[in-house]
């Protein structure tokens, strides 16, 4: 973090030759808003004001100390400062309840949208599915809140959108402008929130249908926005999806592009802020803030600052060092 004499150094430097006048300049130096004017006869001042900040943070996953060495890498402030989070709360790392249970209690200071493995965890509660090998939600399931905790899971939203960004966990397909995207995902949202939840999580696994279609109803609409939103990494131009491929971009299949280099993808215009593909790993692009780096598999968990677009990042345990990544036929939980 900058020293404040340092803050007021870049404020003098970027007030230049017009000291003297009646002139004042602002900005950003640092996690510091530097607010700075002179006044003849009066010299110059500067204004330091430590302003809100949000950070946008990668797949988490269960990873509760590291989330606590990367809040304090940055000086999380809670009075402050927000947290944006990428999905995949949970799972894989070894305490899923701890962080679902801070994250929560952050209240409006944190906005997590939906992830596949959060999906999982909803519908292995409800007996939708069955519990594999790898998992590690057992904490939660046991806990004598998990009612609370697993009530506020399911209202959280698939696409948080403000200012000129949208959190999303997986993508979003090529033909959906991002107000499309946040109206289909407020779709699913209210059949999460509804008194029908649980029949709905019972018909969400699966892969088809593979692509959007307007006319899509019922369930076969909803899994395609989820499929989408939460599982995404490779499509066709036309919006096709491909599930069984989870490395790097360069092994995309014949005809198949990373979601987020589609020619014309009308959500282009915001910046897409997700997680999800631990092989892509970290990539800060112009419109593109992807910040799975791969914690649970012994990479790093990274944030990123949006104001200046700082980064920052803790070294993790390999958790899930041990599991096989899936292979088969994908479902909303068994995406690495």
């Known amino acids: 973090m900058q020293h404040l004499s340092q803050v007021v150094q870049i404020a003098k430097d970027r007030f230049g030759k017009l000291l003297g006048h009646d002139r004042f300049t602002r900005g950003w130096a640092g996690p510091f808003y530097y607010n700075m004017g002179s006044k003849r006869g009066l ?12 950070y946008a943070i990668g797949d988490v996953q269960g990873s509760f100390e590291e989330l606590q060495a990367l809040l304090r890498a940055f000086g999380f402030d809670r009075a402050k400062d927000r947290l944006w989070f990428v999905g995949d709360l949970v799972n894989r790392g070894p305490a899923s309840l701890a962080t679902l249970r801070f994250v929560r209690d952050l209240g409006d200071r944190a906005v997590t949208v939906l992830g596949n493995h959060d999906l999982h965890l909803l519908a292995l509660a409800q007996g939708a599915v069955k519990a594999r090998e790898d998992d590690t939600l057992g904490d939660v399931l046991a806990a004598r809140d998990r009612d609370g905790l697993l009530d506020w899971l399911r209202h959280r939203p698939l696409v948080h959108v403000a200012a000129n960004y949208a959190l ?8 959906w402008d991002v107000a499309t995207a946040k109206a289909l995902a407020g779709e699913v949202e209210a059949e999460l929130r509804g008194p029908r939840h649980k029949e709905f999580l019972a018909q969400l696994y699966g892969s088809r249908p593979d692509r959007w279609n307007d006319d899509l109803r019922g369930i076969d609409r909803l899994r395609v926005i989820v499929n989408a939103m939460t599982r995404l990494r490779f499509c066709t131009p036309e919006g ?3 599930f069984h491929t989870k490395g790097e971009t360069a092994e995309a299949p014949a005809g198949y592009l990373p979601w987020f280099e589609v020619p014309g993808r009308k959500s282009a215009d915001y910046t897409l802020v997700c997680g999800h ?7 800060i692009a112009p419109k593109l803030l992807a910040l799975d780096s791969g914690c649970v598999w012994g990479g790093k968990l990274s944030a990123v600052r949006l104001e200046d ?12 060092a041990h599991v096989k ?9 068994r995406e690495r």
């Open 309 to 320: 677009r700082r980064l920052y990042q803790v070294p993790c345990a390999a958790y899930g």
């Open 43 to 54: 010299g110059d001042v500067a204004v330091i004001i430590r302003a809100m900040a949000t």
């Open 240 to 242: 096709v999806m491909e």
């Open 168 to 175: 999303v966990h997986a993508g979003l397909l090529p033909q």
């Open 325 to 333: 990544a899936p292979a088969g036929r994908a479902r909303p939980g």
């Open 277 to 283: 593909w631990s092989a892509l790993g970290l990539r």
